[in-house]
Each structure stands twice: as C-alpha cells, then as structure tokens.
Nanobody
Framework: EVQLQASGGGLVQAGGSPRLSCAAS????????IGWFRQAPGKGREGVGC????????YFADSVKGRFTISSDNAKNTVHLQMNSLKPEDTAVYYC????????????????????WGKGTHVTVSS
C-alpha cells in the first residue's frame, strides 16, 4: 500500500521555524521526485517546492524562496521541509506528493501530475 504521511504542522508564531516531514512507503522512493504543496482556506493547491530524485536539486516557489529548504533522507524514505521566517500568509494545509516522471523544476510540476498524495498537515501562523 502506497503511503505518504506528512507531519510536523501546528500553531506557530510568525518568524518561527518548524520542520515538516513526509514519510513514504509502498513504492520505490528513489525513483520519485517529492514535492510539497499547500492549500490555504478558499484557495487552490499550490506548489511550494520539490526535490529531484535524479540529482537532489531543489526548486521553490518565489513566495518561499530563501525561507524554505527541502532535504531528503533516502535511508528513511523521508523528505523534510524546513520552513523559516514564517509569515501569516504561510498558513495552509501542507501536502507532500510523489511524481515518477521527473518533472521537478520544470513547468509541468503541478498538483495534477502527482502520482501519489499524502494527507496534509495543518500549519497555522499567528501574527
């Protein structure tokens, strides 16, 4: 059974630095790009960033570039999203997704192209 489990969310003060984790199982982790997406209340799901399975390169949306980083622990089939300098507008449900073709960093890296999704974790940033 394929599973992607996001964790680490919660209530955080503005400026805080929580770390989210995405634990994967049930598929060949090394063959998939892993991405983070978020969905704020009343809005669509948007990409936050991703890590390439090919070379470990990471890519980020302009809204989080310089504040968020992504790392992968292949031994544990886990990807982490380190979020720094959080702002109230970062409040959202955060999801991780796995994609097989290797679209991370390209124009085709969109929610619709994910092969697998995990349940999200809520992040609420208080001002």
């Amino acid at each position: 059974e394929v599973q992607l489990q996001a964790s680490g969310g919660g209530l955080v003060q503005a400026g805080g630095s929580p770390r989210l984790s995405c634990a994967a199982s049930g598929f060949t982790f090394d063959d998939y790009d892993i991405g983070w997406f978020r969905q704020a209340p009343g809005k669509g799901r948007e990409g936050v960033g991703c890590i390439s399975s090919f070379d470990g390169s990471t890519y980020f949306a302009d809204s989080v570039k310089g504040r968020f980083t992504i790392s992968s622990d292949n031994a544990k089939n886990t990807v982490h999203l380190q979020m720094n300098s959080l702002k109230p507008e970062d409040t959202a449900v955060y999801y991780c997704g796995a994609e097989r073709v290797g679209l991370c960093g390209g124009l085709g890296y969109e929610p619709a192209n994910m092969n697998y999704w995990g349940k999200g974790t809520h992040v609420t940033v208080s001002s």
